[in-house]
Structure formats: structure tokens, C-alpha cells
């Protein structure tokens, strides 16, 4: 069975007042935003070691981007695989 590449590279179309925001490419999208958040996480966890109070706080935010980092290959596994409904009137018996 052929996938339809139009259906998954279908852009996302949102108005917002006078003019619309198209998003193409969804996967990569979720992935620079996951890096960008990974990046946050490490900043401020680095910036809250400079404070001995504050270092457990820090270790958190290093987990939590620990564990983003995770999600990175998740991200592009899920974008390769593309689970598609086969009508019923196409079910081998």
C-alpha cells in the first residue's frame, strides 16, 4: 500500500487575526522546540550551581534535560513511521 505523501506533508494552517501561521515539516518543528528547551534547562541549571543554595534545584534541571535528550530520537523515529488506517473495504480475509 502506497502512503500518501501529500496527506503527511500536509502543512498546519492556523489564522491568527489577519493573516495565518503555516507550520510544515511538524516533526522537526517538535524537535527544535524540544533542543531549545533542553538548551533552557542546562543554561539555568549551569547559572543556579553558581548558587550553593540552589543546587538542587540545578541537579533537577539537568535531569530534566537529561531526560529530553531521551525524547530527541523518539522524536525522529516517530517522524520515519507513519501509522496510516486502512479502510475495511481494503482488509485481506
Not at 527544535?32 to 549551569?46: C, H
Not at 540545578?58 to 517522524?79: C, D, E, V, Y
Request: aromatic residues 12%.
Amino acid at each position: 500500500m502506497a502512503i500518501d505523501k501529500c496527506r503527511i506533508d500536509h502543512p498546519l494552517t492556523m489564522k491568527l487575526g489577519h493573516g495565518e501561521l503555516i507550520i510544515r515539516r511538524r516533526y522537526e518543528l517538535i524537535s527544535i522546540v524540544n533542543d531549545f528547551f533542553i538548551a533552557i534547562w542546562f543554561l539555568a541549571g549551569s547559572i543556579l550551581f553558581l548558587f550553593p543554595k540552589d543546587e538542587k534545584a540545578a541537579i533537577w534541571l539537568f535531569i530534566i534535560g537529561s531526560f529530553q535528550f531521551l525524547i530527541r530520537p523518539t522524536i525522529r523515529l516517530i517522524s520515519h513511521i507513519h501509522i496510516q488506517r486502512i479502510p475495511a473495504s481494503n482488509w485481506e480475509s
